[in-house]
């Protein structure tokens, strides 16, 4: 059986982001000043942000222009493949037609980049010297210095501390290019120190970490904060994931029934399913599902309301589905998961019917991840597998039913530096959260 793989040519990448903002039914609550409960105003946010980002993170128009300088640099792994998943189709014995898109080709491994270098950059044009920012399993810490790399910016990056012992390749790919990473909570910060006194056990959150990254930037006239997820501006710069997918189901001459992202903050379950989404709102019919960990499903469990992005209540008040900002979930190997809050546009769409969320506990998505692996080859992120979990699932369904369904799942990320849990795995060492 031979692999079925589609690829654009480097000059059909998409030359913009798409916004999905003027198209919701429902405009966005605006978010709120932690000190006033008022809306925040822009200037409000440039201690933190780059003006562009700001201006893109309010932006009401559909479409926002790619720079020359960030399609260079996304050219290196940019379009990233599509591929069918025949083997996969084989082994499940399925009907279903079931697609991945590999965003794992990346040079950090993920789908990571495709924000931290347009974030960089804007950045870089504004004289930012120096960024700090937070990272759960390491994905968004390596792609953020990855990037300041090619800008040359200083980085530094706050690693949720359980993270930061269980993926120690991931601290060394941060490490290599040149940023500075540190397990959170630290010493270096008031909060970080905080934390260490009265939670002396705790295996840290990424809500503890934004916190000491948001105040290492406060306190620094010559540093800027970045977020890997969660904020309008990096649900923006992911979507070429999905418009170049939608090119690339052209080329398949088939669409999806189904498109599917695991979600933590929520970028990549964005970046695949925002464009197709528009078609949702369009007319077709179609369903974008979000994949979360039992042990953090914000989704499925969390209230839809206002709360803080970190748990020092120093960030804006998002409206958001949430499981409160000061939860902090267990220390499951599906780091980047592991957030109490999402991203207020997949929220709405979620709490809207546009978008469905459904979760699994830790050893079925493993087994999931290892039957990618051993019919596909690729091995998978720990964060993919939950995608691929629902894809199996949805896939085996179809086998019950008959039915022909296409579903298309986003592969976010390659799981090399995740070995470590697949030896827990192998090992019968997993616990089940």
């Not at 999905?20 to 000190?35: G, H, K, Q, V, Y």
């Not at 706050?158 to 290019?177: E, G």
């Not at 007319?283 to 042990?295: F, H």
Request: charged letters at 25%; hydrophobic letters at 35%.
């Amino acid at each position: 059986m031979e692999y079925t793989k589609y690829i654009l040519d480097e000059n059909d990448m998409p030359k913009k982001w798409y916004n999905i903002l003027p198209d919701m039914p429902t405009p966005l609550e605006p978010p709120l000043n932690p000190a006033t409960n008022e809306p925040i105003k822009p200037e409000e946010l440039e201690p933190l942000f780059a003006r562009e980002l700001i201006k893109q993170e309010m932006s009401d128009k559909r479409y926002i222009n790619i720079p020359d300088e960030i399609k260079d640099i996304y050219k290196l792994w940019r379009p990233s493949p599509l591929y069918r998943a025949s083997r996969l189709e084989k082994e499940l014995d399925t009907p279903a037609k079931i697609y991945y898109k590999h965003e794992g080709v990346s040079p950090a491994g993920s789908h990571k980049p495709n924000t931290s270098i347009a974030q960089a950059y804007y950045n870089m044009k504004e004289g930012t010297e120096r960024i700090t920012t937070e990272t759960g399993a390491g994905q968004w810490g390596s792609a953020l210095s990855l990037a300041c790399n090619y800008f040359d910016i200083e980085c530094k990056v706050y690693m949720v501390q359980s993270s930061f012992y269980q993926k120690p390749y991931r601290k060394s790919l941060i490490n290599l290019w040149g940023a500075n990473v540190i397990p959170s909570p630290s010493n270096e910060t008031q909060f970080g120190r905080k934390i260490q006194e009265d939670f002396p056990d705790t295996s840290g959150s990424l809500g503890i970490a934004i916190s000491e990254a948001v105040e290492d930037a406060a306190l620094n006239d010559n540093t800027k904060y970045a977020l890997g997820s969660v904020l309008n501006h990096v649900m923006h710069h992911q979507t070429i994931i999905g418009l170049e997918t939608q090119e690339q189901m052209k080329m398949a001459e088939d669409y999806p029934d189904i498109v599917i992202g695991c979600c933590g903050g929520g970028s990549n379950l964005a970046g695949i399913g925002l464009p197709f989404i528009k078609d949702k709102i369009d007319g077709n019919d179609l369903r974008v599902i979000g994949v979360e960990p039992s042990a953090c499903p914000t989704l499925s469990a969390g209230e839809f309301r206002y709360d803080y992005g970190d748990m020092a209540k120093m960030t804006p008040l998002l409206k958001m589905h949430t499981l409160g900002y000061d939860f902090i979930p267990p220390a499951i190997h599906a780091g980047g998961l592991r957030y109490h809050g999402c991203s207020p546009i997949i929220s709405q769409l979620v709490n809207e019917g546009l978008m469905e969320a459904t979760n699994y506990h830790q050893i079925e998505v493993f087994e999931a991840g290892v039957t990618f692996a051993r019919t596909e080859g690729f091995a998978p992120a720990p964060e993919s597998s939950h995608a691929i979990k629902c894809a199996i699932d949805e896939a085996l369904k179809c086998k019950e039913t008959g039915e022909e369904k296409t579903i298309l799942l986003n592969l976010s990320g390659h799981g090399h530096f995740d070995m470590t849990s697949y030896d827990k795995y192998f090992n019968g060492e997993l616990g089940n959260e």
